[in-house]
């Protein structure tokens, strides 16, 4: 039997994002990420979106991966 886990879902704002490639940067290295089935960046309120396993990837890992790409991590 096939059973589906529960995916955590996080918010993380971010500091003011300046362009919209920024969004690209972002949701690229966090969705090529183990464990993280969707990432969404949203441009207007600079903040970012993410369902994922918990079991595979931690939050603190998904922090660090956005603030590694240039964008730190306001809460």
């Known amino acids: 039997m096939n059973t589906v886990k529960d995916l955590k879902t996080i918010k993380f704002q971010l ?4 362009c919209p490639s920024c ?9 090529k990420e183990a464990g993280v089935e969707n990432a969404k960046v949203f441009f ?3 903040k970012v979106k993410i369902n994922y396993d ?3 990837v931690s939050s603190k890992r998904l922090s660090e991966l956005i603030e590694k ?4 991590v306001l809460s």
């Open 54 to 56: 918990e079991d595979k």
């Open 15 to 18: 500091e003011t994002l300046t």
């Open 69 to 72: 790409v240039g964008y730190p």
């Open 23 to 31: 969004i690209t940067k972002i949701e690229g290295v966090l969705n």
């Open 44 to 46: 207007n309120s600079s």
